[in-house]
């Protein structure tokens, strides 16, 4: 028999600041409405320079894992297009800084937004080899366009962590999915750069270009039609994006099929649409934004579309289980997006430009508000100074 395997827990984490897009809007010159309809996102994490992938992974994993998943954890999966190392993998401070035990595989994995789909990917077929292992795999970014730029509206941060096993509380992962990889230059960051080059209105159309490719493909491998689907899931690094792709095959459905897929990309982009762009994470912030908010059954089944620009697309589905609400802490997501604070634009600008340079030089950052457990304190010697706070 084929073991049951996917993601059985979720965690996420995002920073507890927040820019208001009205007032970006207003300070860029550009109409409101623009920003929450057009591009379709309300607020934005901001990110403190006290916080980068690494520690942003940790706070999401922290709260997911027991310490009979921590002794289970046989590899850690890093997606990230935010890397703070040419060399070592993120993955490898991670497993330090959530004292994993040392037979386990850490690697980062790299390809723009797609990084944690391959990591999901690869775990899942780990698991299926090994079914009493755990694989950790994370999504963690900080999306940077830079200051008065377009993109600008589409930046944000955060990390979900995900442990993927066998007989999952939340989602079992069909073994079928299409992928597609072609050279494109829609979005690239070269070495030494902080700020992401893109062609935005290339990179949309090739991101919708891409969903037609595989979303054709999974439907010739698997015999199934859009009827099969009670919700469809994309990566949003701005939700009116996922929207689009959405639109491009809902005439697919009958009238009622496209009320229940619209209502369940509702709920699917409301988290995104309050925490912005976290490039690799994206897709299962949504993913998770669509199980709380939601209303899915057992059994139903949910398609995913994954992009990473330069590029590589890729379609899958998974099966919704009994126990899906077992997986994550509603209560504890609600009150980490509630508790956060706005910042001024003026404030925003500040803590964009703060964060550690590619100097070198030793820095002490001000931790004295600092509220997340994990937390970065500075740099020493070339390396990053990380942190823990004992939690409640
Ligand atoms: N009221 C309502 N809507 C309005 C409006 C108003 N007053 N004014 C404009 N709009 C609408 C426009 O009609 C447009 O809607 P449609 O796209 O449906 O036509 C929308 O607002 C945006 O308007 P513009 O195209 O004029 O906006 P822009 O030129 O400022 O650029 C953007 C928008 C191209 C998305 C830009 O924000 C950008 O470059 N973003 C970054 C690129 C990006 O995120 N690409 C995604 C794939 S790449 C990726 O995900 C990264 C990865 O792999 C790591």
Redesign the pocket.
């Known amino acids: 028999m084929t073991e049951t395997v996917g993601i059985d827990r979720m965690g996420f984490y995002t920073p507890d600041m927040y820019l208001e897009m009205t007032d970006l809007a207003l300070a860029r010159g550009?109409?409101?409405?623009?920003?929450?309809?057009?591009?379709g996102q309300d607020k934005q994490a901001v990110i403190p320079p006290t916080q980068d992938v690494v520690t942003m992974a940790a706070n999401a994993a922290a709260q997911i894992l027991t310490p009979a998943d921590k002794a289970a954890v046989k590899m850690v999966l890093f997606g990230t297009?935010s890397g703070i190392d040419n060399s070592k993998a993120t993955a490898v401070y991670l497993a330090h800084l959530l004292d994993l035990p040392a037979d386990t595989r850490a690697v980062e994995i790299k390809q723009?937004?797609?990084g944690a789909t391959a990591g999901l990917q690869l775990a899942a077929d780990y698991v299926r080899a090994r079914p009493t292992a755990k694989v950790l795999v994370i999504g963690a970014?900080i999306?940077r366009?830079g200051l008065h730029?377009?993109?600008?509206?589409?930046q944000g941060g955060g990390a979900v962590a995900m442990l993927v096993t066998a007989q999952p509380r939340m989602l079992a992962l069909e073994p079928v999915s299409a992928y597609h990889t072609a050279d494109v230059m829609?979005?690239w960051r070269p070495l030494g750069r902080t700020e992401?080059l893109?062609?935005?209105?290339y990179?949309?159309n090739?991101?919708l270009d891409f969903f037609k490719t595989v979303w054709t493909a999974y439907q010739a491998q698997t015999q199934r039609t859009i009827a099969d689907f009670a919700a469809l899931t994309f990566?949003i690094?701005?939700t009116?994006?996922g929207l689009?792709a959405l639109r491009q095959v809902l005439p697919e459905a009958t009238p009622d099929q496209q009320v229940r897929l619209q209502a369940a990309f509702e709920a699917s982009q409301l988290d995104n649409r309050n925490v912005g762009?976290l490039?690799?994470g994206?897709l299962y912030l949504s993913i998770l934004s669509l199980l709380r908010h939601g209303h899915l059954q057992a059994g139903d089944r949910i398609g995913c579309y994954s992009?990473?620009?330069?590029?590589e697309g890729e379609f899958y589905s998974a099966i919704v289980q009994p126990t899906f609400r077992q997986g994550f802490d509603d209560e504890r997501l609600t009150a980490l997006l509630a508790n956060r604070h706005a910042v001024s634009v003026a404030e925003y600008e500040a803590l964009f430009t703060q964060r550690l340079d590619l100097s070198g030089r030793d820095v002490q950052l001000p931790i004295g508000e600092v509220s997340a457990q994990y937390y970065l304190a500075g740099r020493h010697q070339q390396q990053r100074l990380y942190r823990q706070r004992a939690v409640d």
């Open positions: 550009e109409d409101p409405a623009k920003y929450h309809v057009g591009i297009e723009a937004c797609y970014d999306a366009y730029t377009a993109g600008e509206v589409t829609d979005f992401a893109v062609d935005g209105r990179s949309t090739v991101y990566h690094p701005f009116k994006m689009k762009n490039y690799t994206s992009y990473g620009s330069g590029a």
